[in-house]
């Protein structure tokens, strides 16, 4: 939880749709921000909360029990393959001007999905040809500012309001604690802690999640020498398994690095 100038960000429940419908209900009904052309119902709204918060943060951003804004996560593609990408979403009431509460809740959606070992956060954003009554530029500018780049645009992609209007893809990537030697087959991969990590304290912390790896210096002459380096065996487990062990992987580092 974070909080500052008495703004709580905080993980969302079932029990704040209706508050969060009504910051974004607005943006279906008068803006091209979303491509969405009716508003949810509760239950459908509720609905989208629990099956986020199943694996992805759903975040809230409040002040003296006045909903400010919601940010979450969503996966960029349903394969397994594109576990360590999402896509992003970020709503703030409309009637909240220069308070922060966007860059607050990125933050916090960032922090908390780098501790999910997630590497790319990508944001879809409906993009005017030209700024009109019902779209603008400034999703663009503010994840400009907050670190994404521009990697692609699609023309005359989503119709609503009775005109057409592109859309863009944004990326950022989250730069991993954890770095790794190139694949040039075999069954294992080596990789990297950042300087500083005490190896066996790392090796220890994976095994208490239930992770085995191999400490580098076990494949030294002298296993007093230091060593950054840890070996994972890739041809035994599952893909399944070895997605949630490089997802634990990255949350020990990460626990270790950020306390």
Same mark, same amino acid.
């Given at each position: 939880?974070?909080?500052?100038?008495?703004?709580?960000?905080?993980?969302?429940?079932?029990?704040?749709?209706? &508050?969060?419908?009504?910051?974004?209900?607005?943006?279906?009904?008068?803006?091209?921000? *979303?491509?969405?052309?009716?508003?949810?119902?509760?239950?459908?709204?509720?609905?989208?909360?629990?099956?986020?918060?199943?694996?992805?943060?759903?975040?809230?951003?409040?002040?003296?029990?006045?909903?400010?804004?919601?940010?979450? &996560?969503?996966?960029?593609?349903?394969?397994?393959?594109?576990?360590?990408?999402?896509? *992003?979403?970020?709503?703030?009431?409309?009637?909240?001007?220069?308070?922060?509460?966007?860059?607050?809740?990125?933050?916090?959606?960032?922090?908390?999905?780098?501790?999910?070992?997630?590497?790319?956060?990508?944001?879809?954003?409906?993009?005017?040809?030209?700024?009109?009554?019902?779209?603008?530029?400034?999703?663009?500018?503010?994840?400009?500012?907050?670190?994404?780049?521009?990697?692609?645009?699609?023309?005359?992609?989503?119709?609503?309001?009775?005109?057409?209007?592109?859309?863009?893809?944004?990326?950022?990537?989250?730069?991993?604690?954890? *770095?790794?030697?190139?694949?040039?087959?075999?069954?294992?991969?080596?990789?990297?802690?950042?300087?500083?990590?005490?190896?066996?304290?790392?090796?220890?912390?994976?095994?208490?999640?239930?992770?085995?790896?191999?400490?580098?210096?076990?494949?030294?002459?002298?296993?007093?020498?230091?060593?950054?380096?840890?070996?994972?065996?890739?041809?035994?487990?599952?893909?399944?398994?070895?997605?949630?062990?490089?997802?634990?992987?990255?949350? *020990?580092?990460?626990?270790?690095?950020?306390?």
């Amino acid at each position: 939880m974070n909080t500052e100038h008495s703004i709580i960000i905080r993980t969302a429940t079932q029990a704040d749709a209706q &508050a969060l419908l009504n910051i974004y209900a607005p943006y279906v009904e008068h803006t091209a921000i *979303t491509f969405e052309y009716e508003v949810p119902s509760i239950e459908e709204f509720s609905s989208r909360i629990a099956h986020t918060l199943l694996k992805y943060p759903y975040l809230v951003a409040e002040e003296n029990g006045r909903f400010l804004g919601y940010a979450y &996560a969503s996966p960029f593609h349903d394969r397994p393959a594109y576990d360590w990408a999402v896509e *992003t979403s970020i709503y703030v009431d409309q009637n909240i001007r220069h308070r922060g509460v966007g860059k607050k809740l990125h933050d916090a959606l960032e922090s908390a999905l780098k501790k999910q070992g997630i590497l790319n956060m990508n944001a879809c954003i409906a993009y005017p040809p030209a700024d009109d009554e019902y779209l603008d530029k400034n999703s663009v500018e503010f994840h400009s500012h907050m670190g994404y780049r521009l990697v692609g645009e699609f023309y005359k992609c989503g119709y609503k309001f009775h005109r057409w209007y592109n859309m863009v893809w944004m990326e950022k990537h989250l730069a991993p604690y954890i *770095t790794w030697d190139p694949f040039n087959g075999g069954l294992f991969a080596w990789c990297h802690l950042p300087k500083g990590v005490d190896m066996m304290e790392f090796v220890q912390k994976a095994l208490e999640k239930k992770v085995c790896v191999v400490p580098g210096t076990a494949f030294l002459t002298d296993e007093n020498e230091p060593c950054d380096a840890f070996r994972i065996n890739f041809s035994t487990p599952t893909d399944e398994q070895l997605t949630k062990g490089i997802m634990l992987l990255g949350e *020990t580092i990460r626990e270790m690095v950020e306390k």
